[in-house]
């Protein structure tokens, strides 16, 4: 092994005046306080998207018990939450089950809901850092 070179001090050392940042202004031309607004904002994108998720999880599961004679749609609560998780659901997974061929039955559409929410999600949080 040859001898170990010393890192170059990097940016750490240097005030961001010396740099050719104000003060004031910094990342991007936005004010510090931004990174203050911008990380909650990220987390409360990602609460929401993971929230939905769940909700369609719940849906797809309630369905299939409802299918398989597990629960019954007489009683109130099972009723008011397939009521609630399909009125959550339908405006998004609708369109999707108009472009998805005919799978004999099978819905596919609440696992493409879940891939392009997470791809979503994904693009989102990096858009939110990239501005920060």
Do not use: C, Q
């Amino acid at each position: 092994m040859g001898p170990v070179k010393e890192e170059s001090p990097g940016l750490a050392r240097f005030p961001p005046a010396a740099l050719g940042y104000s003060t004031l202004w910094t990342n991007k031309g936005f004010p510090p306080a931004m990174d203050v607004l911008v990380a909650p904002l990220i987390a409360l994108v990602s609460i929401v998207v993971e929230l939905y998720i769940w909700v369609v999880i719940i849906g797809v599961a309630a369905s299939w018990l409802v299918h398989f004679r597990v629960l019954n749609t007489s009683n109130r609560v099972v009723y008011l939450v397939l009521d609630f998780t399909h009125r959550a659901t339908e405006p998004a997974a609708r369109p999707i089950r108009r472009i998805l061929p005919d799978f004999g039955g099978i819905d596919v559409s609440p696992v493409v809901l879940i891939l392009l929410l997470y791809f979503a999600k994904d693009i989102l949080v990096r858009l939110l850092v990239r501005l920060v």
